[in-house]
Nanobody, 130 residues
Framework: QVQLVESGGGLVQAGGSLNLSCVASGFSFRFYSISWIRQAPGKEREAISCMSSRDRRAYYADSVKGRFTISRDEAKKTLYLQMDSLKPEDTAVYYC???????????????????????WGQGTQVTVSS
């Protein structure tokens, strides 16, 4: 059974940091690119970062570039998102997702809000206070 389990969210003041984790099981993690997606109340979901499995190439949305860092540990089957210089507008539920259109490499359309993912985690809440 495929599972993605996020953790690490919480309440932090603006300018602070959080490190999210996404532990994968039930599939060959090392063969899939994987993304972080967030959704704030009343807003469309936003893909903010993707990391390829083939070459560990990282992609970032402009909204988080320079502040967030994606990484993965194949041995632990875990994806990470180090979030620094957090802003109130980063407040959202953060999900990891893979499968579907996600293969070895992040697709050119990785930032498409309607991209087809086969597997989602349950999400972790991040709240940034001003």
């Amino acid at each position: 059974q495929v599972q993605l389990v996020e953790s690490g969210g919480g309440l932090v003041q603006a300018g602070g940091s959080l490190n999210l984790s996404c532990v994968a099981s039930g599939f060959s993690f090392r063969f899939y690119s994987i993304s972080w997606i967030r959704q704030a109340p009343g807003k469309e979901r936003e893909a903010i970062s993707c990391m390829s499995s083939r070459d560990r190439r990282a992609y970032y949305a402009d909204s988080v570039k320079g502040r967030f860092t994606i990484s993965r540990d194949e041995a632990k089957k875990t994806l990470y998102l180090q979030m620094d210089s957090l802003k109130p507008e980063d407040t959202a539920v953060y999900y990891c997702a893979t499968g579907g259109a996600m293969t070895y490499s992040c697709p050119d359309s990785w930032a498409d809000a309607k991209l087809n993912y086969g597997y989602w985690g349950q999400g972790t809440q991040v709240t940034v206070s001003s």
